[in-house]
């Protein structure tokens, strides 16, 4: 299992807890989160929210700041190869953008989904160059064409004997 907070240099990723997931459904702003959090995609990844999930949305927090979510889509599913599979969202508030904290995020939790034998996949618009930087320089090199909305869908192979 994914531990309820992972950590990286910069960054912790604690797990929603119900409270917040309330609080960004409804949008409402709360002490410790950035003044522009949650964002609109945050207010969405709340809809799916799952309590006791480790593979809920988690906050992005530097310091004591909470800048914006990462998490996954749902806990993982066999592929059509039988590797689980999870897909993983992520974003940021404006201020934070450029500093490689999306990167830092992603790159601490794949070291968890490694551990666990979990592949990841993400599906980004193709417009969205940041979003498909991050990608790239956290692996996913496996680009399996577009979903039903026009976005890429790429995929970060496991490490060998992962």
């Known amino acids: 299992m994914l531990p309820e907070v992972v950590t990286s240099e910069r960054l912790r990723l604690p797990l929603w807890t119900p409270?917040?997931?309330?609080?960004?459904?409804?949008?409402?702003?709360?002490?410790?989160?950035?003044?522009?959090?949650?964002?609109?995609?945050?207010?969405?990844?709340?809809?799916?929210?799952?309590?006791?999930?480790?593979?809920?949305?988690?906050?992005?927090?530097?310091?004591?700041?909470?800048?914006?979510?990462?998490?996954?889509?749902?806990?993982?599913?066999?592929?059509?190869?039988?590797?689980?599979?999870?897909?993983?969202?992520?974003?940021?508030?404006?201020?934070?953008?450029?500093?490689?904290?999306?990167?830092?995020?992603?790159?601490?939790?794949?070291?968890?989904?490694?551990r666990v034998g979990v592949r990841v996949r993400a599906s980004v618009d193709p417009a969205n160059t940041a979003s498909v930087r991050v990608l790239a320089k956290c692996g996913f090199t496996e680009l399996r064409g577009s979903n039903e909305d026009g976005e890429l869908v790429m995929a970060r192979p496991l490490p060998t004997g992962g």
Not at 25 to 42: E, F, N, Q
Not at 84 to 106: I, N
């Open 19 to 114: 409270q917040d997931a309330a609080d960004i459904r409804a949008g409402r702003h709360r002490d410790g989160w950035h003044r522009d959090y949650p964002r609109r995609d945050d207010r969405d990844a709340a809809t799916i929210y799952r309590p006791d999930d480790p593979w809920a949305p988690r906050h992005v927090v530097r310091g004591e700041t909470a800048l914006g979510s990462i998490g996954f889509f749902g806990p993982p599913q066999p592929a059509g190869d039988g590797v689980p599979e999870a897909e993983v969202g992520f974003g940021l508030v404006a201020e934070a953008r450029g500093w490689g904290f999306a990167t830092e995020a992603l790159r601490a939790l794949l070291a968890e989904t490694d």
